[in-house]
């Protein structure tokens, strides 16, 4: 049922590419600030542990829904591979919790999402309202770009905002 959910990147190509900082606090290391009312979802193919919020690197990706054009349909598996020592860590404020779970058995999503029931981290961190999706690359609770795991410059985004140059 929800095949036709699943990535693909030159679908997706355009609005990754256009993801260059706008809508998001990302380039003037302003702290991100997780919610603190969430709640985990879990389905069998989840393979990593509940992230730690805490962690020195992390890519934190928001997503109000789980359409294909949804940044949750990105290789985050891929990545986690090339860097291991970084959190992963995915918030959801849509409604449908049901359909998610369902979305993530179908697609093998490998991690726990944290459901913002309340919106918090929406409010707390976006500054445009109307996106549906951004991922933040955050080093020491601090904001420094946007990172999409479909980006082809993505990689050395994250080398660069993670370890210099």
């Known amino acids: 049922m929800w095949k036709f959910l699943r990535f693909n990147p030159l679908l997706c190509l355009p609005l990754i590419c256009a993801c260059s900082g706008e809508g998001g606090r990302s380039s003037?290391?302003?702290?991100?600030?997780h919610s603190p009312n969430v709640k985990v979802l879990t389905v069998s193919?989840?393979?990593?542990?509940?992230?730690?919020?805490?962690?020195r690197f992390q890519v934190v990706t928001f997503a109000a829904n789980f359409t294909e054009w949804s940044f949750l349909n990105s290789p985050w598996e891929k990545s986690q591979a090339d860097f291991p020592e970084?959190?992963?860590?995915?918030?959801?404020?849509?409604?449908?919790?049901?359909?998610?779970?369902?979305?993530?058995?179908?697609?093998?999503?490998?991690?726990?999402?944290?459901?913002?029931?309340?919106?918090?981290?929406?409010?707390?961190n976006i500054v445009d309202k109307k996106l549906t999706s951004i991922?933040?690359?955050?080093?020491d609770g601090k904001q420094l770009g946007l990172g999409h795991a479909a980006n082809p410059t993505y990689k050395e985004k994250?080398?660069?905002a993670f370890y210099g140059d």
């Open 158 to 160: 994250l080398k660069r």
């Open 86 to 124: 970084v959190e992963y860590i995915f918030y959801y404020s849509g409604d449908d919790t049901v359909g998610l779970k369902e979305w993530m058995v179908e697609n093998k999503f490998a991690y726990p999402i944290f459901h913002d029931y309340k919106g918090e981290f929406k409010e707390l």
């Open 28 to 33: 003037d290391h302003t702290p991100l600030h």
């Open 135 to 139: 991922s933040f690359l955050v080093k």
């Open 45 to 55: 193919a989840t393979k990593f542990e509940v992230p730690d919020i805490d962690s």
